[in-house]
């Protein structure tokens, strides 16, 4: 089969690859499907560091064969959505119910000498536990947003976002614009802080209630206005750095949350004043990875029809077009660009 690894920074091509023998609790996938997301892009443009690299962790395609030992009910031709776990069910936290943050849990080289999830490739071998059945009305492009949606979906979940809520989302990238689909569809009034104006006009077209420039106006001031002089109840750090989080901070109401979803580089830190936490009783917390109930939630989302998510797919290339899909990703129009298999 053929798999797209990065021999370097800046580099991608396409090689020939023999895939290991499937074990028994293993699911062979024919990949149809893969997206581009901003942790390609770091490899690609030298931000992250290891290689060669494999990249690809958003995956849609086709089960080819089933081992004998999984024991889901899935079968050859069933459409799927492919999300690396590695999680052991054994450690603290995996008993705890926390199993993103499973102590045993590690890399596997799905492409055999090379680094990295693996899913730019014509087929990928999954554990049982890792492959979730979709809906056949699905099409392959929106089902690799069941990774982005299953992150984000926890990062609703440990907000604890409630209807009637005002929710502050600093940045109106894919994730920015999926974390206001979801707290919209919990009932909240979503503010959107974006500084630029093309996302802020599409901002408001995937539904946010106000959008906001944290460069040219006060957001402090618009923030206060909009809720009364109250504050937001939530607020979700998806881009921006340090003045994004800074922001996001003195948005919130009494007893307010702010989750912090998106990365953050080494000039990030930011100070605190312990009488936020004391005299407004806030809380400031974050979210990494998903967690397989988060992605069972994804995979039911993915057929609701009064999901936008379609519009989040702004553009599709072949196999033999990724470079090209890198290069697209980087652009301001750009939420999610989709390698198909099969263009």
Same mark, same amino acid.
């Given at each position: 089969?053929?798999? +797209?690894?990065?021999?370097?920074?800046?580099?991608?091509?396409?090689?020939?690859?023999?895939?290991?023998?499937?074990?028994?609790?293993?699911?062979?996938?024919?990949?149809?499907?893969?997206?581009?997301?901003?942790?390609?892009?770091?490899? !690609?443009?030298?931000?992250?560091?290891?290689?060669?690299?494999?990249?690809?962790?958003?995956?849609?395609?086709?089960?080819?064969?089933?081992? =004998? =030992?999984?024991?889901?009910?899935?079968?050859?031709?069933?459409?799927?959505?492919?999300? =690396?776990?590695?999680?052991?069910?054994?450690?603290?936290?995996?008993?705890?119910?926390?199993?993103?943050?499973?102590?045993?849990?590690?890399?596997?080289?799905? #492409?055999?000498?090379?680094?990295?999830?693996?899913?730019?490739?014509?087929?990928?071998?999954?554990?049982?536990?890792?492959?979730?059945?979709?809906?056949?009305?699905?099409?392959?492009?929106?089902?690799?947003?069941?990774?982005?949606?299953?992150?984000?979906?926890? =990062?609703?979940?440990?907000?604890?976002?409630?209807?009637?809520? !005002? +929710?502050?989302?600093?940045?109106?990238?894919?994730?920015?614009?999926?974390?206001?689909?979801?707290?919209?569809?919990?009932?909240?009034?979503?503010?959107?802080?974006?500084?630029?104006?093309?996302?802020?006009?599409?901002?408001?077209?995937?539904?946010?209630? !106000?959008?906001?420039?944290?460069?040219?106006?006060?957001?402090?001031?618009?923030?206060?206005?909009?809720?009364?002089?109250?504050?937001?109840?939530?607020?979700?750090?998806? +881009?921006?750095?340090?003045?994004?989080?800074?922001?996001?901070?003195?948005?919130?109401? #009494?007893?307010?949350?702010?989750?912090? !979803?998106?990365?953050?580089?080494?000039?990030?830190?930011?100070?605190?004043?312990?009488?936020?936490?004391?005299?407004?009783?806030?809380?400031?917390?974050?979210?990494?990875?998903?967690?397989?109930?988060?992605?069972?939630?994804?995979?039911?989302?993915?057929?609701?029809?009064?999901?936008?998510?379609?519009?989040?797919?702004?553009?599709?290339?072949?196999?033999?077009? #990724?470079? +090209?899909?890198?290069?697209?990703?980087?652009?301001?129009?750009?939420?999610?660009?989709?390698?198909?298999?099969?263009?």
């Amino acid at each position: 089969m053929r798999a +797209a690894i990065m021999p370097e920074a800046g580099k991608i091509e396409l090689i020939d690859v023999t895939l290991p023998d499937m074990m028994e609790d293993e699911v062979l996938v024919d990949v149809k499907a893969v997206g581009i997301c901003t942790f390609e892009q770091g490899f !690609y443009y030298g931000k992250s560091g290891g290689f060669p690299f494999a990249g690809g962790h958003e995956i849609c395609g086709v089960v080819e064969k089933v081992g =004998s =030992s999984v024991a889901q009910d899935l079968k050859p031709g069933d459409k799927v959505i492919v999300l =690396s776990l590695t999680r052991c069910g054994e450690c603290y936290y995996c008993r705890k119910g926390y199993d993103n943050q499973c102590e045993n849990a590690k890399d596997v080289q799905k #492409i055999p000498g090379v680094d990295g999830p693996g899913g730019f490739a014509e087929k990928f071998i999954a554990k049982g536990y890792e492959v979730f059945k979709i809906d056949e009305s699905v099409p392959f492009e929106r089902g690799i947003l069941a990774e982005p949606l299953a992150c984000v979906t926890h =990062s609703m979940n440990v907000s604890g976002i409630n209807t009637g809520d !005002y +929710a502050l989302i600093c940045g109106g990238g894919a994730m920015g614009i999926i974390h206001l689909l979801l707290a919209k569809q919990r009932g909240a009034k979503v503010i959107v802080s974006e500084p630029t104006k093309e996302r802020r006009e599409k901002a408001f077209e995937f539904g946010a209630d !106000y959008v906001v420039d944290p460069i040219n106006e006060d957001l402090q001031a618009e923030i206060m206005k909009i809720t009364d002089g109250r504050g937001v109840e939530k607020a979700f750090f998806t +881009a921006g750095g340090k003045v994004a989080i800074e922001g996001a901070v003195q948005a919130l109401a #009494i007893r307010g949350t702010l989750v912090i !979803y998106g990365g953050t580089g080494a000039n990030d830190e930011f100070m605190v004043n312990p009488k936020w936490f004391h005299y407004k009783e806030i809380t400031i917390t974050g979210v990494t990875k998903h967690t397989k109930e988060t992605i069972r939630v994804a995979a039911e989302l993915l057929s609701l029809k009064e999901l936008p998510l379609d519009h989040l797919i702004t553009s599709t290339f072949s196999f033999e077009e #990724i470079e +090209a899909a890198l290069i697209e990703a980087r652009q301001i129009s750009s939420y999610r660009p989709v390698v198909l298999m099969d263009k």
